[in-house]
T-cell receptor
């Protein structure tokens, strides 16, 4: 049973516009969420994170929003640039869960069109 | 970038042979992880370590073993490789347990024929 879901396998956005990537989770114990970006043949690169005590975290062009009641988070990229074309993974963990790793979604392939 | 290297970066092997993948870190982080990435599955945790000689199983641990004799090295062993273990393997490290960012290595692409 998937605990972290990214329901859009791919997303195409025009350069300069906003990209919105979505993620849903089912495990109520999750309280720390991360977004990773991955280029082909490279390891995932950490992008931004958010703790469940917040509902928004911003870092430059990237903003993550968390809606705990809906068990939903989203990543906004404004403005989108060609270098943003990559696969984006949503991941979650429980702070109290010890060292047992992150649970990942299946990823969304973001394509920025010129 | 976090100082994480993986070796080898690419490997082709035959069914039934043993394979060992190495993860080396220079960050002195306590926690280390092995994940595999397959199409349609995202990344899935194989094993993790919370200290020297301290390891535990993840979601997809069958057919894999690990060892950690030094803080900086975490080895993943496929005792008898099968075609279902063809995958891309990523090592990750973190300084704390839950609620902490994990940083990933560049990956090892393994093909089992």
């Amino acid at each position: 049973d998937q605990q972290v879901k990214q329901n859009s396998p791919s997303l195409s956005v025009q350069e300069g516009r906003i990209s919105i990537l979505n993620c849903d989770y089912t495990n109520s114990m999750f309280d720390y969420f991360l977004w990773y970006k991955k280029y082909p043949a490279e390891g995932p690169t950490f992008l931004i994170s958010i703790s469940s005590i917040k509902d928004k975290n911003e870092d430059g062009r990237f903003t993550v929003f968390l809606n705990k009641s809906a068990k939903h988070l989203s990543l906004h990229i404004v403005p989108s640039q060609p270098g943003d074309s990559a696969v984006y993974f949503c991941a979650a963990s429980a702070v109290s869960g010890g060292a047992d790793g992150l649970t990942f979604g299946k990823g969304t392939h973001l394509i920025i069109q010129p | 970038d976090a100082g994480i290297t993986q070796s080898p970066r690419h490997k082709v092997t035959e069914t039934g042979t043993p394979v060992t993948l190495r993860c080396h870190q220079t960050e002195n982080h306590r926690y280390m992880y092995w994940y595999r990435q397959d199409p349609g599955h995202g990344l899935r945790l194989i094993h993790y370590s919370y200290g020297v000689k301290d390891t535990d199983k993840g979601e997809v641990s069958d057919g894999y073993s690990v060892s950690r004799s030094k803080t900086e090295d975490f080895l993943l062993t496929l005792e008898s490789a099968t075609s279902s273990q063809t995958s891309v393997y990523f090592c990750a490290i973190s300084g704390l347990a839950g609620g902490e960012t994990q940083y990933f290595g560049p990956g090892t692409r393994l093909l089992v024929l």
